[in-house]
């Protein structure tokens, strides 16, 4: 009945936020569907037409699968079992044509590549999005493109080239790593720091020392340094504090059990806020479907 969420720091990939007065199955629950349910558009078929660089075919294309693809997930079908094609509704298709050549102009002592070659090094940003059928008037505002352009893929040398053709369709994690939208997503207790009596001058200074910084502050009371808790949150429970003798006993480490402290960081496809709210609507249609399931069910 006490249930909240409190978001307490969100950035442009990170979100964090807390959930109160949760079961801790609910609470896992919302992580996993975070981590391999929540869909993404990713590389699943690379069509190479030529590739004489150093890295074989089956390397390239993993390493091209791995690229996170900035493209919402949510304007596109799965694309259906047996389809090898892709229609505009189920697929997004980019090309990384490259070849490196010699610099005529670059001096004749120089040994350094950058200088010498051209093209010599193939990043993300070399991928250009290729639109299929009528996806130029379905999505005439769209950007589709790699999150990040300075993804290295391979390195060249004068003569060799890469000429692939991607095809990227939608999935979820739980198919393939590639498809999941978060680098992390990760849950914690908040925790509960007791001082059991009060810890003056120089036990304060060491207690302070303990605990990760913020955790401990120390306060002039009457001419005396006296130690309180500032932010527990802070705190990493290294137990650092245990290992002294003069204070083991005077400090109490516990956590709060219906307090979680969720970080979500995106991999940059959709923002972290929207993540959190998909995989809300996802937890919430299993939810419905096992209760339909149990409709269904005729009772003895």
């Excluded at 791995?66 to 094609?85: K, S």
């Excluded at 350094?112 to 051209?118: K, Q, T, V, W």
């Excluded at 650092?240 to 969720?262: C, G, T, W």
């Amino acid at each position: 009945q006490g249930f909240r969420v409190d978001v307490v720091r969100e950035e442009d990939d990170v979100l964090e936020f807390d959930m109160v007065d949760i079961d801790a199955a609910i609470a896992n629950a919302f992580r996993r569907i975070l981590l391999a349910e929540v869909p993404t558009m990713a590389v699943e078929k690379v069509f190479v037409y030529n590739n004489t660089s150093i890295v074989q075919d089956e390397i390239l294309a993993h390493r091209l699968g791995l690229i996170p693809i900035r493209a919402d997930p949510r304007l596109f079908e799965y694309r259906n079992q047996g389809d090898e094609e892709g229609t505009e509704i189920d697929t997004l298709q980019f090309q990384l044509k490259i070849k490196c050549s010699r610099n005529p102009q670059a001096a004749k002592e120089s040994s350094d590549p950058n200088e010498l070659y051209f093209n010599h090094k193939v990043y993300s940003k070399h991928m250009t999005w290729v639109p299929l059928g009528n996806q130029t008037d379905l999505f005439p505002d769209a950007d589709f493109r790699p999150v990040h352009d300075d993804i290295l893929i391979a390195q060249l040398r004068p003569g060799q080239e890469i000429d692939v053709l991607m095809h990227c369709v939608k999935g979820i994690g739980k198919d393939h790593a590639k498809f999941s939208p978060v680098a992390t997503a990760s849950y914690r207790l908040l925790p509960d720091i007791t001082l059991l009596q009060p810890i003056e001058d120089e036990a304060a200074e060491l207690l302070q020392k303990c605990f990760s910084p913020g955790v401990i502050e120390i306060q002039n009371i009457k001419g005396k340094k006296v130690a309180r808790v500032a932010n527990a949150r802070l705190d990493t429970f290294s137990r650092e504090v245990f290992r002294h003798e003069s204070l083991k006993n005077l400090v109490r480490l516990a956590r709060v059990r219906n307090h979680y402290i969720f970080s979500v960081e995106s991999t940059g496809i959709l923002p972290p806020d929207v993540l959190v709210s998909e995989a809300i609507k996802i937890l919430m249609g299993k939810c419905q479907r096992f209760l339909n399931e149990l409709d269904s069910v005729p009772m003895e």
